[in-house]
């Protein structure tokens, strides 16, 4: 298997670090970003223990100049990426649309959703110049029983969704697959936000998780799936 150029955002806790530290075994150079750099130093100390080269990214990807720029210093300095995780995200607790306040579904819709849209239009140069590349983004299934107090949230996905595998379907003769895994209940810290004091036994861990997308990213040959991952 051939040693990869890999790039993941929101990799300093839950299911986006322990991705990154999957990633390690297959890859000869990982990106990882997010805004905490404490955390990001420890998921750094994992990687390189595999022979891995990582570079912290201590990016805030509301910052549509700071994405724009990275993109371009990257296709400088390696011309190609092979995979890229989205999994960077942000959640508020469930309450009536008529409670919600603007300037926090304004947080959610920016990071959840324009953002991942800046980030696929800026590495679509690098995802293009590699043989075979992969955009894996962690995302969440339209839910019947979250009919009511998801409207910060679920709206949101639900469009990071459609925008996913209308990409996916333009780019399907071209050598980037685009697939999005949807996680069921997981111990993470989005997950405390909307279900304090929950039972954590009866639910998945973010190791667990990370392992089954690894698999699948080189396993699923299809694109422009969504993909449940219990």
């Not at 390690?24 to 891995?52: G, T």
């Not at 995780?85 to 309450?95: D, E, H, K, N, R």
């Not at 603007?102 to 590495?123: C, D, G, P, Q, S």
């Not at 595998?165 to 980037?176: D, F, G, V």
Request: aromatic fraction near 8%.
């Amino acid at each position: 298997m051939r040693k990869l150029n890999c790039f993941v955002t929101g990799a300093s806790n839950g299911i986006g670090s322990e991705i990154a530290i999957q990633l390690s075994y297959f890859s000869k150079h990982i990106y990882i970003s997010a805004r905490n750099i404490k955390k990001l130093e420890m998921v750094h100390d994992q990687i390189i223990k595999q022979n891995c080269k990582c570079t912290i990214v201590p990016l805030d990807l509301c910052d549509e100049n700071g994405i724009e720029n990275l993109a371009k210093q990257i296709l400088i300095k390696d011309n190609s990426l092979d995979v890229l995780v989205l999994s960077a995200g942000m959640i508020y607790p469930l309450s009536p649309i008529d409670s919600i306040e603007f300037n926090k579904f304004n947080e959610v819709l920016t990071l959840n959703y324009l953002a991942n849209f800046r980030m696929i239009k800026n590495f679509h140069p690098l995802l293009k110049n590699s043989t075979d590349s992969y955009i894996a983004t962690i995302s969440s299934l339209k839910d019947t029983t979250k009919e009511f107090y998801w409207g910060v949230y679920q709206p949101v996905m639900t469009a990071l969704n459609e925008l996913l595998l209308m990409y996916a379907n333009e780019n399907k003769n071209t050598s980037i697959k685009t697939n999005i895994f949807c996680p069921k209940a997981v111990n993470t810290n989005l997950r405390e936000i909307i279900m304090p004091g929950e039972d954590k036994s009866k639910i998945s861990n973010p190791k667990d998780v990370a392992e089954k997308i690894v698999k699948l990213i080189f396993k699923t040959k299809e694109t422009g799936r969504i993909i449940e991952i219990n």
